[in-house]
């Protein structure tokens, strides 16, 4: 070991700028970093014991009485036919519409999407603003569910390029123009890793947004040609510059595609080493007519490139960190120089043995040293921030936020009731439900200066769709058209083989209707 000065959390500054990401560029920390309680170093580590946990309570396995203890929030009520809930006017709304980690393919939880609302527009009866942070596997559903529809959906930040964070990504491109979103798809994510791949090949790989949203336009062609015989823009969008919504670079689209057209896929590639050291290098968005500010730093999560982003609006603060070990830049940004923040979402996982048990649709503790517990111990350490770290990095943040949301998780009785355990080993006055709470999908949680209010999602199984808010103007002529300027629907196809409604000596076939 170096034998540096330790600081107060028994790392040495070399140590400490290599865990907090802080060391990026050659920077040096000259200062102590606020918000970090002290704590003794030793030169020895003794942790709490691990906490008795009953995983022979199957029903407990099966429900989460949290969540079904929760006031309702009903999305759309079919009488006033309400198609967006409003906010109150400093009102911040976020919803977790997928909170699951693979390979826990749950049905009752999809992959992680988060959907934040800010404020209300009286004359557009739709919200201030609105993000998507993160679109894993299977939150389309949920979106659609909670009556959220893809012209809603026109920003989306992502942390990192894993599956489960970016999956329905797709669907949100190809779909959007089908429906209400005849405008661009925003996105926003980390720039290239920058990682040799492996050490000593030489090899570099352009595995950053850019060259993502590049590929995936190249890859949904045929999908986005099919569909042009509709109008996909309107005359009287505008399109936004780089000042108007503050960004750190110019909204360019990654291909041909006109820069107001439903199918232009526009990267807002983020610098995944900035974290705010020099002011305003970290920021991603700053909108002056919202007043909605997201800033970015770097996390640790299997590759360089991991990123959590901070919002700010109106004197409210919500983090989400997503995926990531225990590291001090969460710290950092939640202690927000001494002024907290109202809501920290950070993710946590099972211990490496309890992820293991459950997988194996067992309730009796598996070996430590079995492969499937080594398995899940590597993903656990190149990637993820287990419950009883969880509880650690939640103790060194200080102010507290008002709440901290647990999300990237199994979530029944049983697990809860075990991670709790562990966090109030370093927490002991944390309460569930007042203070910490775990994630799951349709929890919408209201937050104001003066409360904070976690409701639950009632929604129905059979919806067709949410309800479509579409842009106003005038459709502009689909690619694909007739004489007329009207869309062509066979422009794309050859008719030989197919069945006309109406047959020879004019019979018929079938209803051109559709009946």
Partial sequence: M??????????????????????LGGLLIEKAIPGINEVSANDGCVCPSGPTCNWDDVPSSQKYTYFDSLDPFVPFDPKTKTTIVPLGENEMRITFMGSSIPPTLRHKQQMMSVFVEVGWDKN?????????????????????????????????????????????LTHIYCFGPSLDRQFPLYVWGPSASGV?????????????????????????????????????????YVVPTRKSWGLPCDPVP????????????????????????????????????????????????ARQGSIGYKLEWRGLTMIYTSDTKPEYNSIIQASNNGKGVDVLIHEMIVPAQVWTMKIQHS?????????????????????????GAFGFLLSQINPRPRLTVAT???VAD?????????????????????????????????????????????????????????????????????????????????LDTAIPACGDNNTCNYREDGY
């Fill in 2 to 23: 170096d034998k540096e000065e330790k600081n107060t959390m028994g790392l040495t500054r070399r140590e400490m700028l290599t865990a907090s990401g802080l060391a």
């Fill in 414 to 494: 049983d697990t809860v009731a075990c991670a709790l355990k562990s966090v109030t080993d370093h927490c002991p006055d944390v309460k569930m439900g007042k203070d910490l709470i775990w994630s799951f999908d349709l929890m919408t949680i209201r937050v104001s200066k003066d409360k904070i209010t976690p409701m639950r999602g009632v929604v129905s199984d059979f919806n067709f769709a949410p309800t479509g808010n579409l842009p106003t103007g005038t459709p502009q002529t689909p690619k694909y058209h007739d004489a007329s300027g009207n869309g062509d629907p066979y422009a794309q196809i050859c």
């Fill in 363 to 387: 309730n009796q503790l598996p070996d430590p040293n079995s492969p499937g517990v080594k398995w899940a111990t590597m993903v656990q350490n190149s990637s993820h921030s287990p419950q």
């Fill in 124 to 168: 557009k009866e739709m919200p201030l603003d609105q993000f998507v942070f993160d679109c894993g596997s299977g939150v389309c559903t949920n979106y659609a569910a909670m009556n959220v529809g893809f012209g809603r959906m026109n920003k989306v930040f992502i942390n990192h390029l894993h599956g489960d964070h970016m999956s329905d």
């Fill in 196 to 236: 040799e791949s492996p050490k000593g090949s030489g090899r570099y790989y352009d595995d950053g947004l850019k060259a993502f949203c590049k590929h995936l336009r190249e890859v949904c062609r045929w999908h986005t040609e099919s569909f042009s015989f509709q109008s996909t823009a309107y005359s009287d």
């Fill in 408 to 410: 990237h998780f199994p």
């Fill in 254 to 301: 990654v291909n041909d595609d006109a820069p107001n057209d439903g199918y232009a896929l526009v990267p807002i590639e983020l610098n995944w080493r900035k974290y705010g050291q020099d002011e305003g290098d970290n920021v991603a968005y700053n909108n002056p007519t919202t007043g909605v500010k997201i800033s970015h730093f770097p996390v640790i999560h």
